[in-house]
């Protein structure tokens, strides 16, 4: 069974460029969540989706990041505009209700 | 505020040793605990959790303990070997409010080295 997946790999704009990740979760689960690693921290929970709707968003950092889950299936977290600060680990996770499975993360470098 | 504390400085033991990290806690009542493993380049990856009610648990090799009066776990690698080496994160899931949410709280986490 494949893993969560992440595209793309890495990613390096400049600052104000627009930036959309994509999470492939588990194929059957219900629960996505984004988590990211800023440098030098620890990894920080972001938001929940259940299906398509959004559980808990209260680790969004400000109104530049959107997430959608639209269908239930994949996500995607757009970062418009891209700050300086927003350089990091962006990691995808998927679950049933138990386990947490991470994907490989997408590493985001604003110049 | 809430805080997780992992000793931010490296981890080295010899092979066959016994690993012990630690994780320590303030203003969390938290009603999991869990230990990941993270190499480079990848996403964490789940090993263990405990409840609150349990104050040990065991999977092969690993053991965690928990004692919430401490605030405190320690995760234990028996036998090590240079493929444990990796890094080690603790990740609390909150309060009860938030129990089974997958709103997980980590610490900075523990590179362990192991050296043949």
């Known amino acids: 069974e494949a893993g969560v997946t992440q595209f793309p790999s890495h990613s390096v704009i400049e600052k104000g460029q627009t930036v959309t990740l994509r999470c492939d979760p588990i194929s059957g689960h219900d629960n996505l969540y984004w988590y990211r690693r800023v440098m030098g921290k620890e990894i920080k929970f972001l938001l929940h989706?259940?299906?398509?709707?959004?559980?808990?968003e209260s680790g969004m950092p400000n109104n530049r990041f959107l997430a959608e889950r639209t269908g239930g299936t994949y996500s995607t977290l757009k970062v418009q505009p891209a700050e300086l600060e927003d350089s990091g680990v962006y990691f995808c996770?998927?679950?049933?209700?138990?386990?947490?499975?991470f994907g490989p993360g997408t590493r985001l470098t604003v110049t | 505020s809430q805080k997780i504390e992992q000793n931010s400085e490296a981890l080295n033991i010899q092979e066959g040793k016994t690993a012990t990290l630690t994780c320590n806690y303030t203003?969390?009542?938290?009603?999991?605990l869990q230990w990941y493993r993270q190499d480079p380049g990848r996403g964490p990856v789940f090993l263990l959790l405990i409840r609150e009610n349990e104050k040990e648990k065991r999977k092969e090799r690993l053991k965690v303990t928990f004692d919430t009066t401490l605030k405190q776990s320690l995760f234990h690698i028996t036998a090590s070997q240079p493929a444990d080496s990796a890094t080690y994160l603790c990740a609390l899931e909150g309060s009860l409010l938030w129990s089974n949410t997958g709103k997980l709280i980590f610490g900075q986490g523990t590179t362990l080295q192991v050296k043949p």
């Open positions: 203003n969390y009542s938290p009603a999991y």
């Open positions: 989706f259940v299906k398509e709707s959004k559980q808990d």
């Open positions: 996770a998927s679950s049933l209700g138990g386990q947490i499975y």
